[in-house]
């Protein structure tokens, strides 16, 4: 009986330090522990550092590469041979997210060096290449591609799970995400998530958008799907003021310089804030006016260039309220806004906008 009492009052007790301290929200069980564990306690607010990450964007590789989209063998070797120099080491999406959710840091000189595909030349050429350095990496897989000619198996994607890479989505069939109606986009990320886990280890946490495409409904449908970062292929480095869901990417492509490798390695990002419309948003015009504030106070405002799918596009700078405005003629579809300033360092920041031009 006296056992009982003093388990009474421990119960009561602990009850009643759930109620005044803070952080302290589990609940108390009837046997006197407190449940709930680490997700009970309120959610991170976001970095709590100043870092950027270079992400970058590879296909297929080879020797004789002649594709666009395929880098050969020994300029991906004098890539990461700067990297190195340069004291750079590599993380993977789940380190990114949980940088930018406020659960952990970057390393001062961070990349995330990512593929797109699944081609298996990932693991036949860029990985022993990548071992040479230390360096892991990323794979975003069409899950509807999975063991067909010139693809990863899934017995190879294991291997490279089991070397320390993560193993993210890029849709089930790489679809344009938005060109399709919601539900098939739902579809196209939960159907990919599902089938990657269902043959992995870990989990399914990181989406590589196809061909970089997203917009409001795209964000929200893939952070729906359980996805806890997405990424574009957005112009410029990621830092601590990305969206989760809209994380840029710097895609590499056959003959790219190592001097321009180089600059990407350097660069910063332009901040804009107060963008409208939104970025994300659909535009209803060919010709929107478009304003952003410039947050960076020591770019000058009359200093940005600015082009839209590589066309120049002029604007108005407004020096004391640090405002550019611009009206950037869209083509039907998605475009692309880029904007950069050329100094030390160079900084760029660029986004998406689909244009239904009514």
């Keep these: 009986m006296a056992h009982t009492r003093r388990l009474l009052v421990l119960v009561t007790i602990l009850a009643a330090l759930a109620a005044v301290l803070p952080g302290c929200r589990g ?3 009837q046997d006197g522990e407190i449940a709930g564990g680490p997700e009970a306690l309120p959610e991170p607010s976001g970095p709590t550092t100043q870092r950027s990450v270079l992400v970058l964007c590879y296909h297929a590789m080879s020797p004789a590469a002649e594709a666009t989209y395929d880098v050969p063998t ?8 700067l990297m190195a120099d340069e004291g750079c080491e590599s993380v993977t999406p789940s380190q990114i997210a949980d940088y930018l ?3 952990g840091d ?4 961070a990349v995330c060096i990512t593929f797109d595909d699944g081609p298996e030349s990932i693991l036949t ?4 290449l990548m071992d040479e350095y230390g360096f892991t990496g990323a794979i975003f897989l069409i899950t509807d591609a999975v063991g067909g000619e010139g ?5 190879q994607v294991r291997e490279l799970e089991a070397a320390g890479w993560e193993v993210g989505s890029h849709t089930a069939s790489h679809v344009h995400p938005t060109r399709i109606d919601a539900e098939q986009c739902r579809e196209e990320f939960e159907n990919s998530r599902r089938a990657i886990e269902d043959e992995i280890e870990g989990e399914c946490g990181a989406l590589a958008y196809p061909y970089g495409l997203y917009d409001d409904t795209v964000m929200s449908l893939a952070r729906d799907a359980g996805y806890r970062i997405a990424f574009t292929i957005d112009r410029g480095p990621a830092d601590w003021t990305d969206d989760l869901m ?4 710097q895609m590499v492509v056959n003959g790219n310089s190592l001097k321009t490798f180089g600059t990407w390695l350097a660069q910063g990002k332009l901040h804009l804030e107060d963008v409208d419309p939104p970025i994300g948003a659909r535009v209803h015009t060919d010709t929107p006016t478009i304003t952003a504030r410039v947050a960076d106070e020591d770019v000058p405002v009359d200093g940005i260039e600015i082009s839209r799918d590589g066309n120049p596009v002029s604007y108005d700078a407004d020096a004391d309220t640090r405002t550019i405005t611009f009206s950037p003629e869209l083509s039907e579809g998605a475009n692309n806004l880029r904007m950069n300033v050329y100094g030390s360092p160079r900084r760029e920041v660029s986004w998406v906008i ?3 031009s009514e």
């Design 125 to 128: 050429e860029s990985k022993p």
């Design 27 to 29: 609940k108390v069980q």
């Design 106 to 109: 970057l390393p001062e000189k």
């Design 151 to 155: 693809k990863l198996s899934w017995d």
């Design 74 to 81: 020994e300029d991906f070797a004098e890539q990461l041979q």
């Design 246 to 249: 809209r994380t840029p990417r």
């Design 101 to 103: 959710e406020g659960r």
């Design 354 to 356: 689909v244009c239904d």
